[in-house]
């Protein structure tokens, strides 16, 4: 038996033991309960279309860079008018795509973005009685599942010709923000209950413009660990950072995302077990480092560092056993990468568009939706790629699936879909 096909079965038991054993998750923000892209379920359908395997589907007011999110029954997107002047949180009922409430925010003063990259481009979380959603220079806002306002947390303008995408985290009653980019980039824990800011931590330098160079974040932190020992790591315009949760102090910090066209990130952190892999972006560097250590880690604990002929990278990726895959934005490419050294070990192009949306692993195979709206579906196969599926939909979609009790819930620029198999 060849050693991918081990991985494949392996993963799969693992899956099926963890859907069989646990309850249905939900799915309650950016790349999921655990902001890895892994799913523990299984029954999630490999074959869709615009009228094949829906549930149910949804117009949406606006475009949106987006993904929605599934917590407690309900379903929230985020739209937004091309102008900005006015935000929407979407409240949605899972079982059928009722819409159950939309709150807007009216937001007169200028704001800039880019035109890929309309306004709404945030991931909302919730934990299950409320949702948080972070408008930009607007605000960071909490709702509870009536719709009620709960609390607004003003905290300064974005102010970046490529607008903000990062998107909150929630994690044992505070609200986790990579702040930016523009004027002012940092990292901020907000308090759930009331919106009080309980820490707040400056980037470096962390303006637009860096030495004539182009400067910027837009990834969303990840939790590693829990209790008083629980990190927050974020990727950051030149560097990979882990603070205290708690506290905000700095635990340790590894350079190496200086690019030659722009100190650039776009990619969340990838995490299994000891090691993280941090990408630039706009072919900037890779590298991985194991985590831990204290203060400035990059000449102890960076394992590998590329970079030369890296494409433009803006879905992060997955770990399965010990590779990495990735789905690149420019050239739409896949990639397997060998974990331990960096070392690619395939790159294949891919059948379609470019790749600004999240990779995820659900039911033994890789999810990720391209820019013209198709989602691929294939094997974690470390020899070669291996296609199971390709799914199109009505419309272009920078947005990544959310996974949650064998439904598939996917936004393109016209619609929101529920997919499940018959």
Known sequence: MSRSLTNVILAAAILLCA?????????????GPSGNGVSEETGFPTKWSKDENVKW??????????????SNGHVFATSATEDGKTRRLHCF??????????????????????????????????DGEKVVVWHGSAGLFCYDFKGDE???????????IWGYGSSPVIHEGLVFLNYGPGDQQFLVAVKLADGEIAWKVDEPDGNNDRGGKMAGSWSTPVIVGSGESTQLVCSMPTRAVALNAKTGDLLWECQGLVGKNGNLVYTSPVIAGETGIFMGGYTGPAMAVKLGGSGDVTETHRLWHATE????????????????????AGPGTFQC????TG???????????????????????????????????FEPNVEAFKEVAVNQLDAASNSTPAFSDGEIFLRTAKSLYCIAAK
């Open 57 to 70: 589907r949804i117009d949406m007011p606006n475009r949106g860079n987006e993904s929605p999110i599934v």
């Open 150 to 160: 709960l609390w607004k947390a003003d905290l300064g303008p974005v102010g970046h």
């Open 309 to 328: 002929k890296n494409p433009q990278r803006i879905s992060s990726g997955i770990i399965v056993g010990d590779h990495l895959f990735m789905a690149n």
């Open 19 to 31: 859907g069989v054993a646990g309850e249905a998750a939900d799915w309650p923000g950016f790349r």
């Open 337 to 340: 990468i060998e974990i331990a």
């Open 93 to 126: 009922d899972r079982k059928d795509g009722r819409q159950v409430w939309v709150k807007e925010v009216n937001f007169e003063e200028e704001e800039k973005t880019h035109q890929t990259n309309p306004f709404g481009a945030a991931t909302p979380a919730a």
């Open 343 to 377: 070392k690619e070990v395939w790159q294949a192009r891919g059948p379609g568009a470019n790749h600004w949306g999240q990779m995820t692993f659900a039911n033994g195979n890789l999810y990720v939706t391209n820019q013209s709206g198709a989602t691929i579906v």
